[in-house]
């Protein structure tokens, strides 16, 4: 446990320098600043339709979730994946993290958790602003309906859904960025699979609630189809969130066997 | 003895090539073991296989007495390693490097300071690692190398990329650690000339296989007794003495160096080259020259 503790904050101290690290948190930041401001923008207009105040939240969050939600998140994800382990590759340090007395097991999990970490940071934060805009927006047009309804419980339900959702394509990066050092492969692969992803999700394959790359549009679509993540009928573990998170298990107990066997030729 | 590092036969192999064959490597503790060969012989391999990154066989490699694979964490505890070039974070200060380090190790970050100090990278603290000359690398790897004070340290061609100062230094460091501190070293080498004044111990490898293990005075036992003339026409010396077939006739600038069995060959040489009207300047036993010597273990032909 104490080298799971030391290796995770390891990573934390590493990549604070790093684009991966910046992202998950200047992503929210530019993306809820835009979407508040197209909001307020909008004002005179967005009035006239005399929205409920749980309307106004609805409307709000789903603005940011739909740009960031269908692929600014898959591709963060790809790009944060392929950093993190890349790092090791890049400075030719995998051979040094194995010759220190450290569990393999501890070193394999901190990078895992340090990258699930970051999705956490963003989507967090993500969270956090729309909220924040919501006061903000508020503050600036008085005549809006934020003040009258608390969006607390809907924005931490479809975010922590939104993040269950993706662990399955965070995985498959992960082995794939651990395996290989290059740039093309995990990008390559990621990128495929998230134009695939939507391909399949858009015609309304039966089984793409199982394709990984899929799942977080599912998960968006359904919520926005449905308004569920507003009423009493909301449920978390749908069968894609389901499917994200064996896959994500399943693929994290591969990941270790491929870290315990890894040489350093 | 007691020895830091024992192997017992060890076989390694990538795929259907034998990188390592039968290796017997037995390092005292408390030596600086001298690990040469030329490029290629199996000497990263061999550390690779030490630091437990390659996997050996069971039963082959011994830590301290260990054996590596059922031993893993408790045999890395004891040992600091340099392998090929030093990995290093280029994105981060060569003082965050350390400072990284400390925290995986559990180690007081002050500590880093005082390894800067050590290799004399105090001034360089805050520059990127990515910046640093392959020199001021070499110095940073040793410096990750010795964070943890361990017993035994495996340094892989340390001096590369160093300048003479720079060589000097890090000789004059591992004497210090073992006469001082008691520590024990394995460094690799492909030339001789660089370790012959620091190791007491030498292996030496080739094509995977140990050719020469022992205390380096043994080494110098191994090579014939050389007699050196100096004559006014050391080709005609050359010439007068090749048909004696002696081992090894080697002419330099200013004299010629051959192999003898016994005491009365050198005086026959020299009443040879005299009666021939050579003017003989000089002639003595001499020391065959290591260099020449590690020549010949890994290239007998």
Not at chain 1, 184 to 189: T, V, Y
Not at chain 1, 213 to 242: C, H, W
Request: glycine share 6%.
């Amino acid at each position: 446990m104490r080298s799971l503790y030391l290796s995770f904050f390891s990573e934390f101290y590493k990549s604070r320098k790093t684009l991966a690290f910046w992202a998950a948190i200047i992503l929210p930041v530019v993306i809820c600043g835009l979407v508040a401001f197209g909001f307020y923008d909008s004002s005179q207009r967005i009035l006239k339709l005399n929205y409920s105040p749980m309307m106004y939240w609805y409307r709000l969050s789903s603005n940011t979730t739909n740009i960031m939600g269908m692929m600014i998140l898959p591709f963060y994800v790809i790009f944060m994946t392929y950093s993190v382990n890349n790092i090791e590759h890049k400075n030719d340090t995998w051979k040094t993290i194995f010759t220190l007395p450290l569990n393999k097991l501890s070193i394999y999990s901190a990078k895992y958790l340090y990258t699930l970490s970051l999705v956490i940071i963003c989507l967090g934060l993500f969270c956090t602003l729309t909220y924040a805009s919501g006061f903000l927006l508020q503050f600036l047009e008085s005549r809006f309906k934020f003040d009258q309804y608390s969006p607390i419980d809907m924005l931490s339900k479809g975010y922590l859904k939104l993040f269950l959702s993706v662990l399955g394509i965070v995985s498959i990066q992960f082995i794939i960025s651990l395996i290989w050092s290059d740039f093309l492969k995990p990008m390559g692969i990621g990128f495929i699979g998230v134009i695939l992803g939507i391909i399949v999700a858009v015609a309304g394959w039966k089984y793409a609630k199982f394709f990984p790359y899929s799942q977080p549009m599912i998960t968006l679509n359904t919520g926005k189809r449905s308004n569920e993540i507003m009423t009493a009928d909301f449920t978390l573990f749908t069968t894609e969130v389901i499917a994200s998170i064996i896959t994500a298990i399943g693929l994290f107990i591969v990941g270790y066997y491929i870290v315990a066997k890894k040489t350093i030729k | 003895m007691e020895f830091a590092i024992e192997t017992v036969g060890l076989t390694y192999n990538f795929g259907t090539q034998t990188v390592v064959k039968d290796l017997s490597l037995q390092v005292p503790k408390g030596s600086i073991y001298g690990f040469l060969g030329p490029n290629g012989a199996g000497k990263t391999t061999t550390i690779k296989i030490l630091l437990n990154l390659l996997k050996s066989p069971t039963d082959q490699v011994f830590i301290f007495g260990k054996e590596i694979n059922a031993n893993r964490i408790a045999s890395l505890k004891r040992m600091g390693a340099l392998v090929e070039q030093p990995a290093i974070y280029s994105h981060l200060t060569g003082k965050e490097n350390l400072v990284n380090r400390c925290m995986l190790l559990s180690i007081n970050k002050g500590k880093a300071d005082e390894m800067l100090a050590l290799v004399g990278l105090t001034e360089a603290a805050s520059k990127k690692a990515g910046k640093y000359s392959l020199g001021m690398k070499q110095r940073l790897g040793i410096a990750l190398a010795l964070l943890a004070d361990p017993e035994l340290l495996l340094l892989d061609e340390p001096t590369n990329g160093l300048d003479p100062n720079g060589i000097i230094e890090i000789r004059n460091l591992m004497i210090e650690l073992t006469t001082k501190h008691h520590k024990t070293i394995l460094v690799s080498s492909h030339l001789l000339a660089e370790i012959e004044r620091t190791a007491t111990h030498v292996g030496i490898i080739n094509k995977g296989q140990l050719l020469f293990q022992g205390p380096i005075g043994e080494l110098q036992n191994l090579g014939k007794p050389v007699v050196r003339i100096e004559t006014n026409n050391n080709n005609q010396a050359v010439a007068l003495l090749e048909p004696f077939k002696l081992d090894t006739i080697r002419k330099e600038e200013q004299a010629i160096f051959v192999s003898y069995n016994d005491r009365e060959q050198i005086a026959h040489m020299n009443s040879l080259l005299v009666n021939a009207g050579i003017s003989v300047y000089s002639i003595g036993k001499e020391k065959q020259d290591l260099e020449h010597l590690f020549l010949d273990i890994t290239n007998p032909n």
